[in-house]
């Protein structure tokens, strides 16, 4: 089973003057090239093209620390945010029953899962009056090891373990996943002997679903990591070339991109399946995050960057389709479609004297959905409107895992296609030090100074 992509809708033939022609292509030559060379000269550097190759040994201890742990616990409970969050969310989300949570634990299998990404105080207090914390396990997942909101969420949580069973039991409701040398987390999981997973280095917080990041969440959901792994090698064979007209994800890259410099500042991603719906978000982190950037490679400043917007199909048809169609010719829409859902559901035959609903019976929701998805992309390139499609045979751990590393080395595609750094995310740091800056950490004391000197706010603009 190996998803697809259709580019026709982007392509003049289809929309006229809005759409490209290989003059866009041929324009584009010299970056493509170079593109090309440096995927081909970073590779060596980029830990997470490997991952689904040489995750094995993983997964085995992964497998097998579920098996010791899950009759243990009701709740698996994810503390990470960014990429630690949103690739755990995604891939439950789209392998697991929509309602997985609710379903009676026999029927589930595996303990709940539970994400808890912001610092809202509301969110954790209200999840402890919801779960009996002495029967989760918590994953601490930072990169850095040093993210406040992960690292207070831990210190709340450690804490109320202890006084709840003791150091000796609270050890084993706690589980880390972070570098093997970078930050605190790594020294406290050694000094406190708590099970830890690695991080490789190489593998930023938003590359990172394919190691254990994102495969010990998505195990202790009964998820098979291994088919999702399996996806993602199939994926690296595919993409694996330098040309671009033989390699879909530098494609959907360059699409992109060629349509960024005519102005389609915004790329809608809009699959047509509630289980993908997540993978929106986890790709809008991805593609926004890796992007926009102030410096190019040579150090000039660019401020390059495209949206991501997330949208649902059918639901955003009656939401922002409207926008889509008739508003600014600044978007590219990615429709996900998905030729066989996991389930089928036929309206009955009733209502037969009357028209407008008598045309419904006998058919089914699967039809329905698929044929409202065929009726945006007509509607979207009727008015001339730059859209392309994803479609996976079916959702599943192994389609999963090629559209994830797909769109993986698209965005790092897309990002030496800009002559920027997909890698690195100095505005999200920058936000972080002003934290600790404001906490008065010790080592921000500069930084404490230069926010001091910003412009005070005026009164009269406040109402
Ligand atoms: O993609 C990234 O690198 C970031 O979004 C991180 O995932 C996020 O900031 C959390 O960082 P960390 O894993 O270091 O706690």
Redo the contacts with the bound molecule.
Sequence with gaps: MQMRMDYNNMMAAQIGTQGLTQADFDAMREKIAFASRMMAEKRPAMAWRELPHNQAEIVADINAYVAEMKDEIDAFVVL??????LGPMAVQQALNHPFYNELPRAQRGFPKLYVVDNVDPERLTYLFQTIDPTRCLFNV???????S???SQFMIIKALLEEKMGKEAARRRIVCT??AEK?NLIKIAQEENYKYYI?PDGV?????QLCP?GLLPAAFCGIDIAGLLEGAAQMDTLCAGPDIFANPAYMFAALHIIALQKGKNITVVMPYADSLKYISDWFA??WG??LGKHFDLDGNVVNVGQTPVKALGVTDQHSQVQLYAEGPYDKIIVLIGVDEYRETLTIPRLYTDMPSLGFLGGVTHNDLIKNEQLATEYALTKASRMNMTLTLPRVTPQTLGQLLYFFEVATAYAGYLLNIDPFD?PG?EEG?NATYALFGRPGYEAKKQEMSNAPQKDAKYVM
């Design positions: 990470g945010i960014g990429g630690s969050a997942i930072s990169k850095s090891g040093s993210t909101e992960t690292m972070t570098d930050g991080v930023g917080g938003r590359f990172s990041v982190q991805l995050e890796s995310q999200v972080k």
